[in-house]
């Protein structure tokens, strides 16, 4: 009895998801379905003219044990997008300071194709999950996240993203929704935990809401300074920070401009502060939009904002020398490929074969104490449970 209810629980979450994720068309493992791919391949050229210098990374200083983790994700992200960064930042990129890369297993419970927000939640809770989950596990109850482990332990937490802060891959670290569209639920779980800096867009999930609750007023009341600006968030010296910076999603980068490293650095900067450590995940959210829209423009260009982030993730963590920094991605998205470039003048000729994500592994590369773990091919799930073995977390 038992075991038939848990079983048409699955069924119709499976249902559920038909339904939640009409769009994403992939449908593996069926071999009759196949998934919807442009006739031909597409090809998008871009000579990027963004250049960021990289400085040399120094990993010889006797390490201790990792009491800091940076965990970065750039969604959408597999080694043709990384290799095209590298590439256009005139052949060098921080990402080459990692020590050591291994790569992710990305598929999710219902799908060869995962999309962020199982993605995500993998990478969060170590569990796999179905499509369009958000911190829950495949009967949509809650998991408790690394996040939330980590502030219940005493050390300080972090989220920053350059979509809303409530799209999928930052949600799944802090809240518990079965569908990654509850953008206005999602919010309101930011309360209930206690969470020291989120940074990114969607404001509005928080203050122009349905239910027409403020929660810009009750993250006040619990302590926390708002900033709405880059320039106020630049001032924030201390303290917990909720930092809102557009109302729905943040612009591309030609608009954006510089937001995700100096976000980087202030949340490094108020996080470690605490003695007990601090978690943080950074997003380069629009990698995978760039993907979606078979734009190598815009894949270049969010990639090499990543890593000039990344590059100041890896200057706290050699200086510091208790950090793990992890790069890695939820999947990768347009099936991209180089099929030719200039290194000197940073022209890519980006090849795609869809607009959908795909299923291949991505690369996981990893730097400071406890970065050997990293190597070999694994489950995305696995992600969660080294990170949890190196800040000596136990899954609850
Ligand atoms: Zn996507």
Do not use: C
């Not at 999928?168 to 779980?189: C, G, S, V």
């Amino acid at each position: 009895m038992k075991l038939r209810s848990s079983a048409l629980i699955v069924l119709m979450g499976m249902l559920a998801f038909q339904v939640s994720n009409a769009q994403q068309k992939f449908n593996y493992p069926g071999k009759k379905k196949q998934p919807q791919v442009k006739q031909g391949a597409v090809t998008d050229t871009f000579t990027s003219t963004n250049y960021h210098e990289v400085k040399e990374i120094s990993s010889k200083r006797k390490r201790k044990r990792a009491k800091n983790v940076i965990l970065m994700i750039a969604d959408g992200t597999g080694s043709s997008q990384f290799f095209a960064a590298i590439a256009a930042n005139r052949n060098r990129a921080y990402l080459e300071e990692m020590e050591y890369v291994g790569f992710s297993k990305t598929r999710s419970d219902d799908n060869f194709v995962t999309d962020s927000a199982a993605g995500a939640t993998a990478l969060s809770t170590g569990e796999k999950s179905y499509n369009g989950a958000i911190g829950v596990d495949t009967d949509k109850r809650p998991v408790k996240t690394v996040l939330e482990i980590a502030e219940e332990k005493g050390l300080a937490t972090g989220l920053i993203s350059t979509s809303k802060i409530t799209h999928a891959t930052p949600a799944a670290f802090i809240a518990h929704q079965p569908n990654r569209n509850n953008y206005e639920e999602i919010a309101a779980d930011f309360l209930n935990t206690d969470i020291d800096v989120f940074i990114g867009g969607g404001r509005d999930n928080f203050n122009k809401r349905k239910d027409g609750r403020d929660l810009l007023k009750n993250l006040k009341e619990n302590g926390y300074q708002l900033a709405n600006t880059l320039e106020e968030l630049e001032a924030i010296e201390t303290g917990k920070v909720a930092s809102l910076l557009s109302e729905g999603h943040m612009p591309a980068y030609g608009k954006r401009g510089e937001m995700l490293r100096p976000a980087t650095e202030k949340a490094v900067e108020l996080l470690s502060k605490n003695k007990k450590g601090f978690f943080l995940m950074v997003e380069g959210s629009q990698v995978d939009w760039g993907g979606h829209g078979n734009n190598t423009k815009m894949i270049v260009e969010e990639v090499l904002d990543f890593d000039h982030a990344l590059g100041a993730a890896l200057e706290f963590a050699a200086k510091d020398r208790n950090t793990l920094v992890v790069v890695t991605a939820d999947h990768e998205t347009g099936g991209f490929s180089l099929n030719g470039g200039d290194m000197k003048t940073g022209k890519i000729e980006g090849r795609y074969t869809t607009t959908h994500h795909t299923g291949v592994m991505v690369p996981v590369f990893a730097f400071g104490p406890g970065a050997d773990q990293f190597s070999g091919i694994y489950e995305n799930t696995e992600i969660f449970r080294k990170i949890m073995k190196s800040l000596r977390l136990k899954k609850q």
